[in-house]
Structures are given as structure tokens and as C-alpha cells.
């Protein structure tokens, strides 16, 4: 079945950088585009990043446009997400999002950006 696993998430400074890392599996990875979302506490699941299935186009929202960068390795069945010049209102749960038959998820991993 449709597996995706986040990693990299954690505690970092305002201005500092952390990547993000889904490793996906149970489905043909390079022929899907591929979503990072995030959830504040209290706020709706918004979308950050996505990138086409082969990684030639991508779109970011306007918040992280400029600091984020979403990219995705094939070979290896990875999605990336390299954030920059963190801000505190950056803190979430970050999703990696994949949309086959259904919409798929994975768990999650928490970011908190604080000094």
C-alpha cells in the first residue's frame, strides 16, 4: 500500500535551515507529482510546495517563496523540502501528499523555529 514517511523535522533558530525529507513507497513515485503541506496549531492544512512528477515545474506559496525549495530524487523514491531563513511562523507539523486513486498522507514532522 501507499506508504510515505517524513523525516528532518525539529527545533531550530529563526534565520537557520532545515531539510526535509518523504520517503515514499507502494506506488510508481516518478509518475506523480508530489505536495509538502503544513498545519499551525489551530490554522487549516495549507499547501507549501509541489513539483511534477518529473520535477520540472514547480510552485510555492507566497509565504516561503524564496526561502523554500522542494525537489525530488526518483531514483530514490524521495521528495525533498530545503527551507531557508526560518522564521517562527514557519513552526508546524509539515505532511508530504501525493494524490493516485486518493488523496495519501504521512505522518508527519513537527518544525518549530524559536530562539
Known amino acids: 500500500q501507499v506508504q510515505l514517511v517524513e523525516s528532518g523535522g525539529g527545533l531550530v533558530q529563526p534565520g537557520g535551515s532545515l531539510r526535509l525529507s518523504c520517503a515514499a513507497s507502494g506506488f510508481t513515485f516518478s509518475t506523480y507529482a508530489m505536495r509538502w503541506y503544513r498545519q499551525a496549531p489551530g490554522k487549516e492544512r495549507e499547501l507549501v510546495a509541489f513539483?511534477?512528477?518529473?520535477?520540472?515545474?514547480?510552485m510555492y506559496a507566497d509565504s516561503v517563496k524564496g526561502r523554500f525549495t522542494i525537489s525530488r530524487d526518483n531514483a530514490k523514491d524521495t521528495v525533498y523540502l530545503q527551507m531557508n531563513s526560518l522564521k517562527p511562523e514557519d513552526t508546524a507539523v509539515y505532511y508530504c501528499?501525493?494524490?493516485?486513486?486518493?488523496?495519501?498522507w504521512g505522518q508527519g514532522t513537527q518544525v518549530t523555529v524559536s530562539s
Open positions: 501528499n501525493t494524490r493516485t486513486s486518493r488523496n495519501y
Open positions: 513539483i511534477t512528477r518529473d520535477g520540472g515545474s514547480t
